[in-house]
């Protein structure tokens, strides 16, 4: 599976464990039901990596919000953001760019003209402040 597809998955899993009453693995079948024999380890760590540290990702998101919190964004936007933001704060391996255009790009595909512009301020104003990494 490519990495793309991946994070448009993980989005699309990450949104239904926020405003459904769904479990993990339900969410995870929802989404993989077309793609059976593709890899899909990237995938899963880019979930379980955003779970498990869903409470710092979100302290980060919300130093960055204006005028803002978190619980009124649309849903699918925090979706994209805590994606982002695992990334830019816990996988090294992947260039703050390239997360930046990946989340632009997720949120021009689920979202409106606005939404990518708003996702695209919020994670410029958290690289410019310089907050690249945290400790894993």
């Known amino acids: 599976m490519k990495r793309r597809i991946a994070r448009e998955k993980a989005v699309q899993i990450l949104f239904q464990l926020d405003v459904a009453e769904v479990q993990l693995p339900d969410a995870i079948d929802m ?14 760590s880019l979930v379980h990596g955003t779970l498990e540290n869903l409470p710092a990702i979100d302290a980060e998101i919300q130093k960055y919000l204006r005028n803002w919190k978190l619980d009124r964004i649309a849903n699918v936007d925090r979706s994209v953001l805590r994606l982002a933001f695992y990334e830019l704060m816990f ?46």
């Open 31 to 44: 989404v993989m039901e077309d793609s059976t024999g593709e890899s899909t380890e990237f995938l899963l």
């Open 91 to 136: 996988d090294e391996a992947t260039p703050d760019r390239v997360v930046l255009n990946e989340a632009v790009e997720l949120a021009k595909l689920f979202s409106d003209e606005q939404s990518y512009k708003f996702i695209n301020g919020v994670l410029s104003a958290y690289l410019q402040a310089g907050a690249t990494t945290t400790e894993s």
